[in-house]
């Protein structure tokens, strides 16, 4: 599968304040990329590079095997974090405006928001003002908007937020079908699960750097410590946890059941196999829980941020 | 992608349906007319009063000086003390008592003249008063001294010297009182349009700046066109309301003196008296015939292409500044510390234009001015209907467009940054770092 957007060494100065050193990326077609880092990592900057909002101090960017140039702009859609619509605008007159501005014609514009409002089941809300409309409602013109031109690209900035539950859900699903329909999106958040839910790759931003970037089940992979958690009942726990502390590396577990057992975290060697510790803890006890612990999302991001 | 048509049309739009904006447009000329009946009739009320002034003559020199007039009245009291008068004057009403003592040195006389009442009286009336003294005292004074009045009189000469340019054409005095009053009223209305409809695109860059729509746009359009729809289609907003401003201006004009014919009348007493006397005295029958070919003899086509020319140059110029700083802070309170800048240059052309050009319109300092970008479009404005030679026009407005373009780029700069930061208003300092980036 090849790659819809590569950036190639990016850097962006702002004075003497660096937003990006070299950073470098690569969004496989089709895929729903998480752009991940903390307040301040450079993050915005970068979305808007791949915008040409702003312009790289140096280093390019590849979209769909072109160099970035200003006729990608109806190849992109952009739904930033800090968003709004026009105050005073008509929903229906606004929703237009800003797809003939994406390059719709008007007549196509108009067709394809009629979809979109009867699908999201908003379609009485065209000739209100924003201002009469809840954070959530402009919040869901604003994903139309961004969608309607059909671009190759979406970034998403934090889509969520502002949402109640229900209409995140229906937001979430409509990114997944815009998925399967072939588009490629840039997801950017700091809520781990639902990164943890629709990423196929991950790349993590931290102080102007890229310090991580892959697959997501090959960053948790690599991230794993073969630590494995474990329930165990027994006539004699602290002797047993004893016993155990010999042979493993051990610590102790918190996890809610509905016995009394003996909970642990034991961490493997490389010589040691999974199925020799069940084996061996078979042979002391009840084993009522045995999971390997696989870290997420969130264990990861706090993980790779503190060591560096 | 040029999208510049569609972001004026947007613009243009929204401020043309904008409540506020018809509201204004539609009430602007009524309260004004109104305001102009009001104080008309405010004035009237004033004129209408008669005052009464007591004159208690001991010296009996000028009683019989004081000829009534249309608002004042003289009531001339006899044997009496000035207490006694004094009293009198109160119950009476009058406006004030004029006192003269009982000499009869013409000269001494002066300095014992004296005028109470119960609050400071006007100016105009003590003027009037000593005017008529002085005359009826200078020509007692001539007698005295054997000099025989009516020849003085029939000596006076009044001189008027006609004026012709060079190459014969024929001008007035007038003609300068009618060229300061056009060229003042175009450099002031460029004045007002700048600062009226530059607020309006400030504001409208804070206002997407505040509701968080700018991002959004900018993925979609350069910031540069953004702002060039902006000034383009407020500007457009603002000529539209101009427009009906003179449009509705002239109707109300028009109805006003229809419905209320005689009122309007009295509204223009001192242009209708003007005009009376006109027909009444031949020789101010001319000055009529003046003021026509005074404007007759403006260099009219070359004043309108003038003033086409540096009404855009000028109001584009301010406006992308205005648009910086719009960009440039989140809230309108904060834009006072950048608006001084851009005002007192404004406010620096119009006095120049009024005080020196009208003094001297070739002279250095209105030259000067009339070149510097930031001046020119008002000084200019104003020199240009005393005759300013073309390779001065051209050059003036050659500058102003180079700067037109410069500030463009830079304010493009501090725009495109701008908009995307929020929070804290920026320094001087931080705006010229802007422009680096």
């Keep these: 599968m090849s790659n819809l957007l590569e950036v190639n060494e990016v850097s962006k100065n702002f004075g003497n304040f660096t937003a990006l050193n070299k950073v470098s990326l690569s969004v496989p077609k089709g895929s729903i990329f998480g752009l991940l880092g903390p307040n301040g990592a450079g993050k915005t900057t970068l979305i808007r590079v791949i915008n040409q909002i702003t312009m790289p101090d140096s280093g390019s960017v590849i979209l769909d095997g072109e160099a970035l140039r200003e006729n990608h702009i109806r190849d992109i859609g952009y739904l930033p974090e800090e968003r709004g619509l026009y105050k005073t605008m008509k929903v229906g007159e606004q929703a237009l405006y800003l797809a003939q501005l994406k390059g719709l014609s008007k007549t196509e514009a108009k067709a394809r928001l009629k979809y979109w409002f009867d699908r999201l089941d908003i379609g009485d809300w065209w000739n209100k003002k924003i201002q009469e409309l809840s954070k959530g409602m402009a919040q869901k013109i604003q994903f139309v908007v961004t969608v309607l031109h059909e671009p190759k690209l979406l970034i998403f900035d934090e889509p969520f937020s502002g949402f109640d539950p229900i209409n995140a859900d229906i937001i979430k699903d409509e990114i997944l079908h815009l998925r399967d329909q072939g588009a490629t999106i840039i997801f950017s958040t700091h809520r781990m699960e639902s990164v943890e839910e629709l990423c196929d790759d991950i790349a993590l931003i931290h102080k102007s750097n890229k310090i991580l970037e892959g697959k997501l089940v090959d960053v948790k992979r690599q991230f794993k410590s073969n630590t494995f958690e474990v329930g165990i009942r027994s006539n004699n726990q602290p002797e047993l946890k004893q016993e155990l502390a010999q042979k493993f590396d051990v610590s102790d577990a918190y996890f809610k059941t509905l016995e009394n057992e003996l909970k642990l975290n034991i961490k493997l060697q490389d010589s040691q196999k999974s199925n020799d510790l069940l084996g061996f803890l078979a042979s002391k006890g009840e084993v009522s829980h045995f999971v390997e612990l696989i870290p997420s999302v969130n264990d990861i991001f706090i993980q790779t941020v503190k060591n560096n | 992608m040029n999208h510049l048509p569609l972001i004026i049309k947007r613009e243009y739009l929204n401020k043309v349906r904008n409540k506020s904006f018809i509201i204004m447009t539609f009430l602007s000329p009524i309260i004004f007319m109104a305001l102009i009946g009001v104080v008309a009739y405010l004035t009237q009320l004033n004129n209408d009063k008669i005052r009464l002034i007591s004159v208690l003559d001991e010296s009996g020199l000028v009683k019989d000086t004081f000829k009534d007039s249309e608002h004042t009245t003289y009531h001339v009291l006899e044997d009496m003390s000035l207490d006694d008068a004094k009293d009198l004057s109160k119950e009476t009403e009058a406006y004030g008592l004029l006192h003269v003592d009982k000499i009869q040195d013409l000269k001494n006389l002066s300095k014992h003249i004296t005028f109470y009442s119960e609050e400071s009286p006007s100016i105009n009336t003590i003027s009037d008063l000593e005017n008529q003294i002085e005359a009826k005292l200078t020509n007692m004074k001539l007698l005295q001294n054997g000099v025989d009045v009516d020849m003085i009189n029939a000596s006076k000469i009044s001189v008027e010297i006609a004026q012709e340019s060079f190459d014969g054409q024929k001008t007035s005095k007038i003609d300068s009182v009618i060229k300061i009053a056009f060229g003042g009223a175009l450099g002031y209305l460029l004045f007002m349009f700048i600062i ?192 300013v030679p073309i390779w001065q026009q051209v050059l003036s407005f050659s500058i102003l467009v180079g700067t037109f373009m410069l500030t463009v780029w830079f304010a493009a700069k501090i725009y495109r940054v701008g908009i995307l930061m929020y929070g804290k208003k920026p320094t001087y300092k931080e705006l010229i770092k802007w422009i680096k980036y």
């Design chain 2, 196 to 387: 009226i409809y530059g607020n309006m695109i400030m504001r409208s860059v804070i206002e997407e700046k505040t509701s968080r729509i700018i991002e959004v746009i900018i993925s979609s359009v350069k910031p540069v066109q953004l702002m060039l729809g902006k000034i383009f289609g407020t500007s457009l907003a603002g000529i539209t309301q101009f427009l009906i401003w003179t449009i509705l201006g002239f109707i109300l004009m028009f109805v006003l003196s229809a419905v209320f014919g005689i009122d309007l009348a009295q509204v223009q007493t001192p242009q209708q008296q003007m005009v009376q006397q006109a027909m009444e005295n031949p020789e101010l029958n001319m000055r009529i015939q003046d003021v026509l070919t005074a404007f007759y003899n403006l260099p009219l086509l070359n004043l309108v292409l003038a003033f086409i020319l540096f009404f855009i140059g000028g109001y584009l110029l301010y406006s992308s500044f205005y648009a910086a700083i719009g960009a440039a802070v989140d809230n309108e309170t904060d834009t006072q510390q950048f608006m001084m800048p851009i005002i007192m240059p404004l406010v620096l052309a119009v006095y120049i234009g009024i005080f020196t050009v009208v003094e001297d319109p070739h002279g250095t300092v209105s030259t000067v001015f009339s070149f510097i970008p930031l001046t020119s479009p008002v000084v200019m404005l104003m020199r240009i209907p005393f005759g």
